[in-house]
């Protein structure tokens, strides 16, 4: 166990040492950035779908699979507390109609645990919910840089839940979810004298602490439909909920290097109370989810998975940028194979292979043009450890793509290759020898 951790630990430094920002598109400089896929690597392989529990993988969507009912490998008393711990890197392509630029990021995606508890189970974590990182340029008639738009951030949840078995094969729970963060963001205006940039140019700053509560619910049903062929169903829901924004915004005078390279220098901080803009609040859209699919347990599965999410409601009263929000959706199909995964004799005939796709419509409507994505994904579970525990590492890799080049946005071409460690092992068992 203690090997195990300290795995964990030095994971997370790793990932946390080499990270920069969560995100590079340029669509994060809208609301409060970028949603990030809340789920596993595991989830991500297969399309983004999450309807599927067994009792050796984390499920971060479905608070019922804490305590699912998995007709699994052990009876309730040897069931094993579950690790995960997921990172991934994103390489971009981002074209406009005329010009295109390449970037990278990489993140640290969630740390979660999930003890069983008889029929009850317990899961908890951290995992980031939005993610900010742009640099824009805006340009005059002349081509010269008339506005630079900068921006960093995010927002992160930190939950605890609690699943039940209510009957053989169906299972319920709740997440207590606390979001916590910031998202900073910058404006400098450029200004001209005969063609050339003046020596003193004006910069506007904005930063907003985000805090709040919400709660998400859950619903797990499986059952037998013939003698080799299982039925799983799942469906979450999230209410809305509020977050409490306190912001800050001040005004100074800057001179730009020939490096970019900033110098800033009289620095005024603006009374946003008198605007009853300095604590606002922003209204985070409900979130229904529902899927279903079919496979031969330990073998394979294939389903399908929608989510509804209202995000038409939703709105930034600091930082207007002329965006307008719609209702979001998004449609998965995936699933997994195993050609043994008892398999003693042949290591590769215990490794999970997985696949799927996605599309989404973001809710996010820029120039009268819906922004969407959609994305083709593959990966492999690899056992690692003690074969009776089945703790494996995960790899994923995914090519997608979103946005478009119509009314002068912007697309992104983009490749996200993830890496996970999901740990099992024994906890409070007697030993028959000290």
């Known amino acids: 166990m203690i090997k195990k951790l300290v795995l964990v630990f030095i994971a997370i430094?790793?990932?946390?040492?080499?990270?920069?920002?969560?995100?590079?598109?340029?669509?994060?400089?809208?609301?409060?950035?970028?949603?990030?896929?809340?789920?596993t690597v595991e989830n991500r392989s297969m399309g983004g779908l999450s309807?599927?529990?067994?009792?050796?993988?984390?499920?971060?969507?479905?608070?019922?699979?804490?305590?699912?009912?998995?007709l699994e490998l052990w009876d309730n008393e040897s069931r094993p507390v579950k690790f995960a711990v997921g990172g991934s890197y994103t390489s971009s392509t981002i074209e406009s109609s005329t010009s295109s630029d390449d970037a990278s990021s990489t993140t640290f995606d969630y740390l979660a645990v999930n003890i069983p508890l008889g029929k009850f189970g317990v899961g908890f974590g951290l995992?980031?919910?939005?993610s900010v990182g742009y640099k824009l340029e805006g340009t005059n008639a002349d081509g010269d840089i008339d506005n630079r738009f900068?921006?960093?951030?995010?927002?992160?949840?930190?939950?605890l839940g609690f699943g039940y078995q209510v009957a053989k094969g169906v299972s319920v729970g709740v997440d207590f979810q606390y979001n916590f963060g910031h998202t900073k963001n910058s404006i400098v205006n450029y200004q001209y004298s005969d063609g050339l940039p003046t020596q003193y140019q004006s910069k506007e700053n904005n930063r907003s602490d985000l805090s709040g509560l919400n709660i998400n619910l859950g619903l797990s049903y499986k059952t037998m439909i013939s003698k080799n062929l299982e039925f799983v169903s799942s469906v979450t829901y999230t209410p809305k909920s509020t977050l409490v924004s306190l912001n800050e915004r001040t005004i100074s005078t800057i001179t730009v290097g020939s490096q970019g390279q900033e110098s800033e220098r009289n620095v005024v901080n603006l009374d946003l109370s008198a605007d009853g803009l300095d604590e606002t609040?922003?209204?985070?859209?409900?979130?229904?989810?529902?899927?279903?699919?079919?496979?031969?347990?330990?073998?394979?599965?294939?389903?399908?998975?929608?989510?509804?999410?209202?995000?038409?409601?939703?709105?930034?009263?600091?930082?207007?940028?002329?965006?307008?929000?719609?209702?979001?959706?998004?449609f998965s199909l995936g699933g997994f194979y195993i050609p043994q995964y008892n398999s003693f004799r042949s290591y590769w005939k215990r490794v999970v292979y997985r696949a799927g796709f996605r599309t989404e419509e973001t809710g996010l409507n820029i120039n009268d043009e819906s922004i969407k994505e959609f994305g083709i994904s593959f990966g492999v579970g690899i056992p690692?450890?003690?074969a009776r525990l089945f703790s494996?590492?995960?790899?994923?890799?995914?090519?997608?793509?979103r946005g478009t080049k119509n009314s002068n946005l912007i697309q992104e071409n983009f490749i996200n290759l993830q890496l996970s460690l999901s740990l099992n092992d024994r906890w409070f068992q007697k030993r028959k020898y000290d």
């Open 13 to 39: 430094i790793a990932m946390h040492g080499y990270a920069q920002q969560g995100t590079t598109s340029p669509y994060s400089f809208y609301g409060i950035g970028s949603l990030k896929f809340k789920g």
């Open 51 to 70: 309807i599927y529990n067994d009792s050796i993988h984390v499920n971060l969507r479905n608070p019922a699979s804490y305590a699912s009912d998995n």
């Open 127 to 130: 995992l980031p919910y939005t």
């Open 150 to 159: 900068e921006g960093e951030g995010g927002l992160n949840k930190a939950f």
């Open 281 to 330: 609040e922003l209204v985070m859209p409900s979130k229904f989810t529902f899927g279903g699919g079919i496979g031969k347990p330990r073998k394979w599965f294939v389903g399908a998975e929608t989510t509804f999410l209202k995000t038409g409601s939703f709105s930034n009263e600091l930082f207007s940028n002329g965006t307008t929000y719609e209702d979001a959706y998004s």
């Open 384 to 386: 690692v450890g003690d």
């Open 392 to 401: 494996n590492a995960n790899l994923g890799f995914e090519f997608g793509q």
